[in-house]
């Protein structure tokens, strides 16, 4: 009797449970090669869609080797290999703590990682590009027009005024009559088109104007704040800043004037 329950168990230790018995360590060794390709990854891309989807690959590949690790600790008491089913059990519990520390460390390192937006896309040599000014608006805001110095009725390129830094910033604009509508800001990085910013930076831009016959102030920068996403603080690109305007009757959407920045985006 005692001879055909050790055949049995040669025969299941020979088989896939023996497998899975033999082999069950590599599925550790797996989830910290992923760990290590997104952790290169990251330093490497910096905060970018592929890091992010490598990320979430490794979490959902990490999680299926912790069921499979599970199944084979269970498996190993079934068979009744108390002693290596506890080692798989213990091993899996680590693994668990390993992952939960790993992914929130790895989320929190993608969070604040560096994009390198500015060096992927330098800022060609003589390209003639307007900083935005440095102005402290005062805190409770006053009804003060804060660039109305700067501005030329007769000349469209200072119609636009950007203020901030750190990749946030507010805006006037000054212009010839309008009729009722709305004005907003779209952003462009200026070699390539690439929108920027383009789900937030229409929305938070957006003012009502009442139309006007006369040249004058259609908004201004303590009602309108915005962030531009793309970039790093102190790393400068040429991003192309687009004033619109939309009708309120026809929803007609024109473009009023646009003027290049030398901008840096914010860190995240």
């Known amino acids: 009797m005692s001879s ?27 989830v910290l090669a992923l760990f290590l390709m997104v952790t290169l990854l990251l ?36 068979h009744k290999r108390i002693g290596q089913g506890c080692t798989i059990l213990v091993a899996d519990l680590m693994l668990m703590a ?11 390192a993608a969070a604040s990682a560096p994009e390198h937006f500015a060096s992927k896309h330098p800022i060609p040599q003589g390209m003639k590009l307007s900083d935005p000014l440095k102005i402290e608006i005062e805190y409770p805001y006053r009804d003060t027009s804060y660039t ?16 901030g830094q750190y990749g946030e910033y507010g805006y006037d604009l000054y212009y010839p009559p309008l009729s009722d509508g709305w004005v907003f800001l779209r952003c462009y990085e200026a070699t390539s088109g690439l929108p920027l910013s383009e789900d937030h930076i229409p ?7 009442r139309g006007h016959t006369s040249f004058g102030q259609v908004a201004n920068m303590r009602q309108n704040s915005f962030m531009l996403y793309e970039g790093d603080f102190d790393e400068y690109y ?31």
């Open 4 to 30: 055909i329950q050790n055949t049995e168990n040669d025969n299941a230790t020979s088989g896939l449970f023996g497998w899975l018995i033999r082999k069950w360590w590599t599925m550790p060794l797996i």
């Open 43 to 78: 330093n490497w891309l910096g905060d970018t869609p592929a890091t992010w989807w490598a990320y979430r690959i490794t979490l959902a590949l990490s999680a299926m080797a912790i069921l499979f690790l599970i199944g084979v600790a269970v498996s190993a008491f079934v």
């Open 98 to 108: 390993f992952v939960l520390v790993g992914s929130f460390v790895l989320s929190m």
């Open 148 to 163: 109305a110095h700067l501005v030329d009725s007769n000349d469209p390129g200072t119609w636009l005024q950007l203020n």
């Open 203 to 209: 929305q938070r831009t957006e003012t009502s104007v």
């Open 238 to 268: 040429a991003v192309r800043v687009e004033a619109w305007h939309r009708d309120s009757l026809s929803g007609t959407e024109t473009k009023l004037l646009e003027k290049p920045y030398r901008l840096d985006g914010w860190m995240k």
